[in-house]
């Protein structure tokens, strides 16, 4: 409860991230940052869509405050989704950080005219792959 005697809304960050390797460091990054953050999962760019409009199984899904994106997802691509994104009404305020095994400019130049805050290149070492994860969640933090 916080002063109001309301309960503290949790601000949600959603990956859209289809490597199961990938999630699990993640899903490490955030259990270090004890950042209050709540994490949840979509597996592909279908499935976050849906969790965005809050359809099908989805249907009472807290709207994210960030969305963690990784760029090659099956059936609808992490471009694809943000120029989905951008192009509603309701979608297209919610910050989104592309993370990304891919460090092509041209990918990089993409996302960014796409409307992300931020493209991270998927770095090698744990430490940095935390430090990456905590950087981007500022943007959570912010809104």
């Known amino acids: 409860m916080n002063k109001t005697g309301l309960a503290a809304v949790k601000k949600v960050v959603l990956s859209v991230e289809d490597d199961d390797g990938a999630y699990s460091l993640i899903r490490y990054a955030f259990a270090e940052m004890s950042s209050g953050l709540e994490l949840r999962r979509a597996l592909n760019g279908e499935d976050a869509l849906d969790f965005l409009?809050?359809?099908?199984?989805?249907?009472?899904?807290?709207?994210?405050s960030l969305i963690l994106l990784n760029m090659n997802l099956p059936r609808i691509s992490g471009p694809e989704l943000l120029a989905k994104m951008r192009a509603s009404d309701l979608l297209q305020h919610i910050p989104v950080v592309v993370f990304s095994s891919s460090s092509l400019d041209a990918d990089r130049a993409k996302c960014l005219a796409l409307g992300a805050k931020q493209y991270i290149t998927k770095p090698n070492s744990y430490d940095d792959?935390?430090?990456a994860v905590r950087s981007a969640c500022t943007f959570a933090q912010a809104s």
Do not use: H, I
């Open 53 to 64: 409009k809050q359809t099908g199984r989805f249907e009472d899904a807290p709207r994210p």
């Open 129 to 131: 792959f935390v430090n």
